[in-house]
């Protein structure tokens, strides 16, 4: 082994090499790089996305809700669950809200004023603005129905407008702030107001839609309850994801392998470069099996440069992706104006491996060409 290894440092990194050796040599490094960071670029941009589109929605109303089977709304007294005391109390109701300029249906959402912080949403909102008949409302909402911080609404409750004689059919709020969650629909349909509030304005005393879950943890949810996270909530928006997550890392997977295809090429190149020593090298008596050592190591040697390059190099345009934002995507559709990109240190060691796997297997079954040769035939045509 110490012979082969001696053999290649003399043949493959000789200060004599020719000029077209050390470009082979170059040329192929290069296009390995290239191959390794389109695919770790790809793989990073797919987690990137996901994770942070995960987070985006798990930062406005929770990682999870916990709902009872049979019940819209339950009284929060009547059950004393073990988990109440880490989770958030919501309660949720469908309203018209109509502004001087126009109408609009509207999701109200409630919580306990001392809890709104807890939501990432509203982690800088100053609860003490909650006062009675105060709410907030989304920036959308507020550019479509011309309105702002200070302006009165009305807010309407749908079961009881088919009696006009009833007075608390309707109620005036006050807009105390307008908040900015990144997806359009979302802050078009959703406003938010205290638990006190909401309970008061439906007569649902202190009935409450079910808990919110900021976190995942390893709580058992039992019957007659069940949890909803957010993978399940917008099932069809992940089931897109990973319509979109195959066929792209299948394209990328293959333009990385082709990549290495141009190792057969380069191995002929570099045969053909030092045909010449190995004829000297097989006559002193080196055997074929050394001589294809030679090329598997040479071959692995090149993979492992250039999937280090690679995976280097797509390190630093992802920092850059994160940092500048170069790559720049339509927020109303993709709930975020950026391609976020996540770099994974273990993906990266995969790809590494799998490069010096792939390596291995092409040169292993193209060597037989290079080490079984006739000495005589090389000296004659030379």
Same mark, same amino acid.
């Given at each position: 082994?110490?012979?082969?290894?001696?053999?290649?440092?003399?043949?493959?990194?000789?200060?004599?090499?020719?000029?077209?050796?050390?470009?082979?040599?170059?040329?192929?490094?290069?296009?390995?790089?290239?191959?390794?960071?389109?695919?770790?670029?790809?793989?990073?941009?797919?987690?990137?996305?996901?994770?942070?589109?995960?987070?985006k929605l798990s930062?406005?109303?929770?990682?999870?809700?916990?709902?009872?089977?049979?019940?819209?709304?339950?009284?929060?007294?009547?059950?004393?669950?073990?988990?109440?005391?880490?989770?958030?109390?919501?309660?949720?109701?469908?309203?018209?809200?109509?502004?001087?300029?126009?109408?609009?249906?509207?999701?109200?959402?409630?919580?306990?004023?001392?809890?709104?912080?807890?939501?990432?949403?509203?982690?800088?909102?100053?609860?003490?603005?909650?006062?009675?008949?105060?709410?907030?409302?989304?920036?959308?909402?507020?550019?479509?129905?011309?309105?702002?911080?200070?302006?009165?609404?009305?807010?309407?409750?749908?079961?009881?407008?088919?009696?006009?004689?009833?007075?608390?059919?309707?109620?005036?709020?006050?807009?105390?702030? @307008?908040?900015?969650?990144? @997806?359009?629909?979302?802050?078009?349909?959703?406003?938010?107001?205290?638990?006190?509030?909401?309970?008061?304005?439906?007569?649902s005393e202190n009935?409450?839609?079910?808990?919110?879950?900021?976190?995942?943890?390893?709580?058992?949810?039992?019957?007659?309850?069940?949890?909803?996270?957010?993978?399940?909530?917008?099932?069809?928006?992940?089931?897109?994801?990973?319509?979109?997550?195959?066929?792209?890392?299948?394209?990328?997977?293959?333009?990385?392998?082709?990549?290495?295809?141009?190792?057969?090429?380069?191995?002929?190149?570099?045969?053909?470069?030092?045909?010449?020593?190995?004829?000297?090298?097989?006559v002193y008596g080196?055997?074929?099996?050394?001589?294809?050592?030679?090329?598997?190591?040479?071959?692995?040697?090149?993979?492992?440069?250039?999937?280090?390059?690679?995976?280097?190099?797509?390190?630093?345009?992802?920092?850059?992706?994160?940092?500048?934002?170069?790559?720049?995507?339509?927020?109303?559709?993709?709930?975020?104006?950026?391609?976020?990109?996540?770099?994974?240190?273990?993906?990266?060691?995969?790809?590494?491996?799998?490069?010096?796997?792939?390596?291995?297997?092409?040169?292993?079954?193209?060597?037989?060409?290079?080490?079984?040769?006739?000495?005589?035939?090389?000296?004659?045509?030379?």
């Amino acid at each position: 082994m110490k012979l082969v290894f001696f053999l290649i440092k003399r043949l493959f990194i000789s200060k004599n090499s020719s000029l077209v050796f050390r470009l082979t040599n170059l040329i192929t490094i290069v296009s390995l790089s290239l191959g390794v960071a389109s695919l770790n670029i790809v793989i990073s941009s797919i987690d990137g996305f996901e994770t942070e589109i995960s987070k985006k929605l798990s930062n406005l109303n929770g990682y999870s809700t916990i709902n009872h089977l049979f019940e819209d709304e339950i009284s929060q007294d009547e059950f004393n669950l073990p988990f109440a005391n880490e989770t958030i109390p919501y309660l949720e109701k469908v309203a018209l809200l109509k502004s001087k300029k126009d109408t609009q249906s509207i999701v109200i959402n409630a919580y306990p004023i001392n809890d709104f912080f807890k939501m990432d949403l509203f982690s800088s909102l100053d609860s003490n603005i909650l006062g009675n008949e105060s709410i907030i409302i989304g920036k959308t909402l507020a550019s479509k129905l011309d309105i702002q911080i200070g302006n009165q609404v009305v807010i309407f409750n749908p079961k009881k407008l088919e009696n006009f004689s009833n007075q608390n059919r309707y109620d005036f709020f006050t807009i105390v702030h @307008i908040y900015n969650s990144g @997806i359009p629909d979302f802050d078009e349909r959703n406003v938010f107001t205290s638990l006190d509030n909401l309970q008061e304005f439906f007569n649902s005393e202190n009935n409450i839609s079910g808990w919110i879950k900021l976190k995942p943890d390893n709580h058992s949810i039992e019957y007659p309850f069940y949890e909803m996270n957010v993978y399940d909530k917008y099932s069809s928006l992940y089931e897109w994801i990973d319509t979109q997550k195959w066929p792209i890392l299948f394209i990328f997977s293959l333009i990385a392998i082709v990549s290495f295809f141009g190792l057969l090429s380069s191995l002929s190149i570099l045969f053909d470069e030092k045909k010449i020593d190995f004829t000297i090298l097989k006559v002193y008596g080196l055997s074929t099996n050394s001589i294809s050592k030679i090329f598997i190591f040479q071959s692995i040697f090149l993979a492992l440069i250039g999937s280090l390059f690679g995976v280097f190099l797509s390190y630093l345009l992802i920092q850059l992706q994160n940092e500048f934002k170069y790559i720049s995507i339509e927020q109303n559709i993709y709930f975020v104006d950026y391609l976020p990109m996540n770099f994974n240190i273990n993906i990266s060691l995969l790809i590494i491996l799998i490069s010096i796997m792939l390596s291995f297997i092409i040169s292993s079954i193209s060597v037989k060409r290079f080490s079984q040769f006739s000495p005589i035939n090389v000296l004659r045509n030379k």
